[in-house]
């Protein structure tokens, strides 16, 4: 949504500015030095980031135009599916969640949570170190290595989206300046038409180095900044799911343990105590 409010304001100032001036819009309008552009720079995309990285771009892309998923109602969610998971190790043993771990669909925990489960990455980060806590061969230390190692992967693969939009946003100026170029010689083998004619000319290839700046620096560029910051909140979850277990395998309360995850969320979707608490008795209730 923000993105679609953003792209209105921009083009809005900046042609609307134009047009008052007695600027013709449709002298703007030159679809072959925006299909060079584009074109050009795509292509550039797709000999650089070719494979798994493009698959990955084109499958990030839709999540700018949408919210995060990853608010205050989804880490109150986590955090109670957590807090139950611990408690039931604290009572009951680690073995008494092997059949939440193994089959989390089917879990009676894991399924009051559908946000949660729907996460199917998530999930298996959270069961995978449990299974290892059941286990119970490794220790505290092993397992935080483990933990740090898998997300950094996993903030490496979510950060490859944005590089590559990042990438083409730098490409896009130059490929306005090869479109103005070639407007220009096109406009150099025009010399024999009236004046007239030749300012329509020079006036199309300029728009080739005004389309490149704005493409890069109004579209493209922004994008790569919004598909950074939602890697960093994909990265973030993760981060509370380690701290938490961590704390729990460390031997403090579930409740403790909790604590230890929501100070490392951000302010803004950090819920408090109290909130914390009384959402985790209404939903044991």
């Known amino acids: 949504m923000f993105v679609i409010i953003g792209y209105v ?18 002298a703007l309008w030159q679809p072959s030095e925006v299909v060079m552009i584009f074109g050009g720079g795509l292509g550039a995309m797709v000999v650089g980031f070719g494979g798994k990285p493009l698959k990955a771009t084109l499958k990030a892309l839709p999540s700018v135009f949408k919210g995060s998923p990853f608010n205050k109602a989804f880490y109150m969610d986590l955090f109670a599916v957590l807090f139950e998971l611990l ?8 073995m008494s969640i092997e059949g939440d771990v193994e089959e989390p669909e089917k879990s009676p925990i894991f399924s009051k949570y559908p946000k949660i489960l729907h996460d199917h990455h998530l999930i298996d980060f959270i069961t995978d170190y449990l299974r290892l806590m059941v286990g119970g061969n490794l220790n505290a230390f092993e397992i935080e290595n483990l933990m740090d190692n898998e997300i950094e992967t996993h903030h490496h693969e979510g950060a490859i989206p944005s ?5 083409l946003g730098d490409a896009l100026p130059a490929f306005g300046i090869v479109a103005a170029v070639m407007g220009v010689v096109h406009t150099m083998g025009s010399l024999q038409l009236p004046p007239p004619e030749l300012g329509e000319l020079i006036g199309a ?13 109004g579209m493209v560029g922004p994008l790569s900044t919004v598909l950074e910051f939602k890697a960093d909140e994909s ?12 704390a729990s395998l460390n031997g403090y309360a579930p409740q403790i343990a909790v604590e230890f995850g929501r100070k490392v969320l951000y302010s803004t979707e950090r819920p408090s105590f109290k909130e914390l608490e009384d959402f985790v008795k209404q939903k044991k209730q």
């Open 87 to 94: 408690t039931k190790v604290r009572k009951e043993g680690l």
């Open 163 to 167: 590089g590559a939009i990042a990438k």
């Open 9 to 26: 304001v921009m083009f809005g100032a900046i042609f609307g500015a134009y047009a008052s001036h007695g600027g013709h819009l449709g």
């Open 235 to 246: 990265t973030k979850v993760y981060q509370t799911v380690k701290v938490t277990l961590l």
């Open 205 to 217: 290839a300029l728009v080739g180095t005004f389309m490149g700046i704005l493409l890069a620096y």
